[in-house]
């Protein structure tokens, strides 16, 4: 069965930094796209951030771009989301997806449960 | 890029059908055939229920059902159930390397 499970939404002053993890089981991690979403509260769901199965390519909203990083360690089953510049428009519930196969297109089949960041004085 | 546009909720009663439109754009939802849908409860983990447009992943009900035309697509559920009181997004690729989603349609189940 596939599990994603995500850690280290805590709460961080703006302008700071937070590492994001998503700890992937039950599948081959590295046949599979990873993805970023995030949900602000009271919200819809937003896409932020795409890595390729390799970790050799990646993509990311105008929202984010240049502020986050994603990477994966396949040896580790586990993709991450570097966060810096925070502001308090980054706070919400961060879910990691898998996409569909190895390509960019389509869609997420396996969503985790999410991780709160909040970014607050 | 816009989100796409979904109506805020919708309702029905046991056993009657809703319908969810998500209205995008050329180069989004008009582009090609990848269209999603998902079903979100509160605190749990967001689920798909329908992918590539009109096609269900294995244990999603035939009671949901999806469709497209032109820049709009469409989740139908029939013979509404409890459970299926939810929050629903659609989903589109956008070709440019990056998805879009919509801001979400709040079903209930009167």
């Known amino acids: 069965e596939v599990h994603l499970v995500e850690s280290g939404g805590v709460v961080v002053q703006p302008g700071g930094s937070l590492r994001l993890s998503c700890a992937a089981s039950?599948?081959?991690?590295?046949?599979?796209?990873m993805h970023w979403v995030r949900q602000v509260p009271g919200k819809g769901l937003e896409w932020i951030s795409l890595?390729?199965?390799?970790?050799?390519?990646?993509y990311y909203a105008d929202s984010v771009r240049g502020r986050f990083t994603i990477s994966r360690d396949n040896s580790k089953d586990s993709l991450f989301l570097q966060m810096s510049s925070l502001r308090t428009e980054d706070t919400a519930l961060y879910y990691c997806?898998?996409?569909?196969?190895?390509?960019?297109?389509?869609?997420?089949?396996?969503w985790g449960q999410g991780t709160l960041v909040t970014v607050s004085t | 890029q816009s989100a796409l546009t979904q109506p805020r909720s919708v309702s029905g009663s046991p056993g009657q059908s809703v319908t969810i439109s998500c209205i995008g754009i050329s180069s989004d939802v008009g582009a090609d055939n990848y269209v999603s849908w998902y079903q979100h409860h509160p605190g749990k983990a967001p689920k798909l229920m329908i992918y590539d447009v009109n096609k269900r992943p294995s244990g999603v009900p035939d009671r949901f059902s999806g469709s497209k035309s032109g820049t709009t697509a469409s989740l139908t559920i029939s013979g509404l159930q409890a459970d299926d009181e939810a929050d629903y997004y659609c989903c589109s690729y956008t070709g440019r390397y990056s998805f879009v989603l919509g801001a979400g349609t709040k079903v209930t189940v009167l």
């Open positions: 890595i390729s199965w390799d970790g050799g390519s990646t």
């Open positions: 997806a898998r996409g569909n196969s190895i390509y960019y297109y389509g869609h997420f089949d396996y």
């Open positions: 039950g599948f081959t991690f590295d046949d599979y796209t």
